[in-house]
């Protein structure tokens, strides 16, 4: 049984400029910000989408398919990453363990903090799941006192 109702996504048209319209705010944004404290674009744009979703601004149905889209090829977006690189190889024979054993140990650390963080909401969510089901049998009790 399925208790929420079918959501239809929007045009795929429309989703696209709803992208582009948060990137275009996101590049005047980042254009204001001070040389000393760079944020790059993307990040902007991906933590206004983020505050646009949760303050219900923008339904999560305007922006899914597009989304999925671009997740799909996100292989396929890293490839001027990949060539820059290839490009740079004299960096990669002067500093090659160096940046390999940054990577690594970010990649760690990132995998670690995550880990703890899903771990410690769990428990948030845990205790508080566990007070409201304790208030709701209180007050069914006291409810049923009354009658």
């Avoid at 929007?10 to 254009?31: E, H, N, T, V």
């Avoid at 190889?89 to 903090?113: C, E, H, S």
Wanted: hydrophobic share 55%; charged share 10%; aromatic share 8%.
């Amino acid at each position: 049984m399925k208790n929420k109702k079918e959501t239809k996504s929007a045009p795929i048209l429309f989703q696209m400029m709803i992208y582009a319209a948060i990137l275009f705010i996101s590049q005047m944004i980042s254009s204001m910000m001070p040389a000393s404290f760079p944020v790059p674009t993307p990040v902007i744009g991906l933590v206004l989408l983020y505050v646009l979703l949760t303050a219900h601004v923008i339904k999560i149905e305007w922006v899914d398919s597009f989304g999925s889209a671009m997740i799909s090829m996100i292989g396929f977006l890293f490839v001027p990453s990949g060539i820059s690189l290839a490009a740079n190889l004299d960096i990669m024979k002067a500093q090659g363990v160096q940046l390999v054993l940054v990577i690594l140990l970010a990649t760690i650390i990132l995998l670690v903090v995550t880990a703890y963080t899903a771990r410690a909401f769990g428990w948030i969510k845990q205790k508080f799941g566990e007070r409201h089901a304790e208030s709701q049998v209180s007050q069914s009790t006291v409810g049923g006192d009354k009658q």
